[in-house]
């Protein structure tokens, strides 16, 4: 064999052998699995199912303790909100009595002059501020007035409230000390302020200053 026929064999398989590798090499990498890192992802879902789970567990122990709960006595709050509820329909029925009363008070006497007017006793709104039925010029509206001592200012002649609050403080006393030791060490410096309130329809602002002045104490 000359070495012409040689080389016609070992060309012909080198080339097959290197088509061969090129091949094997290129569908190897084409086989080739890409790998994706979700890790952030994962753990991100992780935390969020941990929350779900925590919060599922106290709801759960809320509805067991809630279940094993004795019952509660709320008869003091339920007092406390009837209280409160009265205030608030005595302060509208007030509201509502203001709106009609409001044209029905008129001058029921004049002097010549026109200068002294007397005013109408709106007993509703008086009943709707204090809660109870109250008397035109009952002088125990007053604080610190009691059966006792309105007796004593009528024997003065003092028997109304209009008459009460053009009564000076120094002339209360003087009815007080009428009655002896017993009654002279009441205060009256107040008294014809109230009664000024009382003749005038004041009646909101005569029972929030009682609130605010125990014994009507200024």
């Known amino acids: 064999m000359n070495l012409d026929n040689i080389w016609c064999?070992?060309?012909?398989?080198?080339?097959g052998a290197i088509c061969a590798l090129?091949?094997?090499?290129?569908?190897?990498g084409n086989s080739k699995t890409e790998v994706i890192d979700n890790t952030e992802e994962?753990?991100?879902?992780?935390?969020k199912n941990g929350k779900l789970q925590a919060d599922l567990d106290a709801a759960n122990a809320k509805l067991n303790a809630t279940a094993n709960t004795p019952?509660?006595?709320?008869?003091?709050?339920l007092k406390a909100l009837e209280t409160e509820n009265a205030k608030l329909k005595t302060d509208l029925d007030l509201c509502q009595?203001?709106?009609?009363?409001?044209?029905?008070t008129n001058v029921v006497s004049s002097l010549a002059a026109g200068a002294v007017t007397g005013l109408v006793f709106n007993a509703a709104d008086a009943k709707a501020a204090y809660g109870k039925k109250i008397k035109q010029d009952d002088l125990k509206i007053v604080e610190g007035i009691g059966p006792k001592i309105e007796g004593l200012f009528h024997?003065?002649?003092i028997k109304t409230w209009k008459e009460l609050s053009e009564t000076t403080v120094e002339k209360c006393q003087e009815v007080l000390n009428s009655g002896g030791e017993r009654y002279r060490i009441h205060n009256p410096g107040s008294w014809p302020l109230q009664a000024k309130m009382a003749y005038e329809g004041k009646w909101i602002e005569l029972v929030?200053?009682?609130d605010e002045h125990i014994g009507g104490k200024l």
């Open 9 to 15: 064999w070992i060309i012909p398989l080198l080339v």
């Open 22 to 28: 090129l091949g094997y090499l290129l569908g190897k």
């Open 42 to 47: 994962l753990n991100s879902w992780k935390s």
């Open 71 to 77: 019952v509660v006595d709320h008869s003091a709050t």
């Open 97 to 104: 009595g203001k709106l009609k009363s409001a044209a029905s």
């Open 155 to 157: 024997n003065f002649g």
């Open 208 to 210: 929030k200053w009682q």
